[in-house]
């Protein structure tokens, strides 16, 4: 999305344990502190949908898109990051695009969503979500 124009942002891509080489700059694994280093100076963060990357994201004000990892194909057990996105994006928190085919449309829309405040509140955020994880 880079070569085509459709990201024009400097972009940094942390690739874990995947074979594929970036053309920009990039790293398997980044540290806690470099990673919100690079959090605290990121626009957009296009991530997987891990609670704690995504919540800490949306706590510091950034833009997100998350990505779930799909039990499909077997980059997890089961489906709750999907579960997860999609809460988070009813919450009006990011935007959840759970078909990374659809990446591009969710880049292009990015640009005219307005999201909520993330408002810690701890007690309720969890009431919440407990009574949707329930309700599956």
Request: charge should be negative; aromatic fraction near 6%.
């Given at each position: 999305?880079?070569?085509?124009?459709?990201i024009?942002?400097?972009?940094?891509?942390q690739?874990?344990?995947s074979?594929?080489?970036?053309?920009?700059?990039?790293?398997?694994?980044?540290?806690?502190?470099q990673?919100?280093?690079?959090?605290?100076?990121?626009?957009?963060?296009?991530?997987?949908?891990?609670?704690?990357?995504?919540?800490?994201?949306?706590?510091?004000?950034?833009?997100?898109?998350?990505?779930p990892?799909?039990?499909?194909?077997?980059?997890?057990?089961?489906?709750?990051?999907?579960e997860?996105?999609?809460r988070?994006?009813?919450?009006n928190?990011?935007?959840?695009?759970?078909?990374?085919?659809?990446?591009?449309?969710?880049?292009r829309?990015?640009?005219?969503?307005?999201?909520?405040?993330?408002?810690?509140?701890?007690?309720?955020?969890?009431?919440?979500?407990?009574?949707?994880?329930?309700?599956l």
């Amino acid at each position: 999305m880079v070569r085509t124009g459709t990201i024009k942002e400097e972009v940094f891509i942390q690739t874990g344990t995947s074979q594929y080489i970036p053309l920009c700059p990039h790293q398997a694994f980044c540290g806690q502190e470099q990673f919100g280093e690079l959090m605290e100076t990121c626009n957009i963060l296009i991530t997987h949908g891990g609670a704690g990357t995504m919540v800490n994201a949306v706590k510091r004000g950034k833009k997100v898109i998350a990505v779930p990892r799909l039990a499909r194909y077997g980059e997890h057990v089961d489906d709750h990051q999907l579960e997860l996105t999609a809460r988070l994006h009813e919450m009006n928190l990011l935007s959840a695009c759970p078909d990374v085919e659809r990446l591009p449309e969710a880049l292009r829309d990015l640009g005219s969503r307005r999201f909520d405040r993330f408002h810690s509140n701890t007690e309720a955020f969890l009431t919440s979500l407990d009574g949707y994880i329930r309700s599956l």
